[in-house]
């Protein structure tokens, strides 16, 4: 897997990295949200050393979301290299040799991190909620954000159930966000919510 070299700060507690990866063909994001009870890196690829260590600064790591189960990346070498649990759903992946921890709709992460299911997308799809700032949404696959398809959804072939996957989504316009982040595509900076509300009319 490629290894990214420049880390962007989005706001003060906002990061995200990307490369492109050969195997897969796309461009990889990830991302980093700082909380009070450290930073939590989201669907992690390499990152060069020493904008690791900026980013892990002295608050440290304090743990490892993966959004779904196509998303282990570089999420072992992180857990190991910062003795941090790895947080994702049950269906995510099952590499026992990771200290896992399981999270479900409506559950917390650090206290700050909301997690909300997302059905009928990849196995294991979740997103993330952030209130602070106006609010930030991080997702995995289940919405993209890149050329020459644009903000829109993950395209059917690779769903589980396209249609559950359009219903569910609708759960994220009940949480008032500003910017949203992908897996897959630059994020979104400002209006988020309102572009989802707008994309998901078009769907129906």
């Known amino acids: 897997m490629a290894i990214a070299s420049d ?9 995200t990295w990307q490369a492109y990866d050969r195997a897969v063909k796309a461009d990889l994001f990830s991302s980093a949200i700082v909380t009070t009870r450290g930073i939590f890196l989201v669907d992690p690829i390499p990152l060069e050393k020493e904008a690791l260590d900026d980013l892990a600064g002295p608050g440290g790591v304090a743990g490892i979301v993966v959004t779904n189960g196509n998303h282990l ?12 649990p790895v947080f994702a759903a049950p269906a995510a992946f099952s590499d026992t040799s990771l200290v896992f921890r399981h999270v479900a709709d409506g559950d917390n992460i650090g206290d ?3 997690v909300i299911e ?15 700032a106006d609010g930030t949404l991080i997702v995995g696959d289940t919405l993209i954000n890149f050329e020459p398809y644009g903000f829109t959804f993950l395209p059917r072939k690779y769903c589980s159930n396209e249609k559950e996957m359009h219903r569910s ?5 009940a949480y ?12 979104i900076l400002s209006g988020a919510s309102e572009r989802l509300q707008r994309l998901l009319e078009r769907g129906l």
Not at 7 to 15: A, E, G, M
Not at 73 to 84: M, N, Q
Not at 176 to 187: I, L, N, T, Y
């Open 7 to 15: 880390l962007v700060q989005i706001t003060p507690s906002l990061f």
């Open 73 to 84: 990346r570089a999420t072992a070498d992180y857990s190991a290299k910062f003795s941090r």
């Open 112 to 114: 700050e991190l909301r």
């Open 118 to 132: 997302i059905e009928g997308a990849a196995t294991g799809e979740i997103a993330l909620y952030h209130e602070a």
């Open 169 to 173: 989504l609708r759960k994220l316009l």
């Open 176 to 187: 008032k966000a500003e910017r949203m982040f992908f897996a897959h595509g630059p994020p």
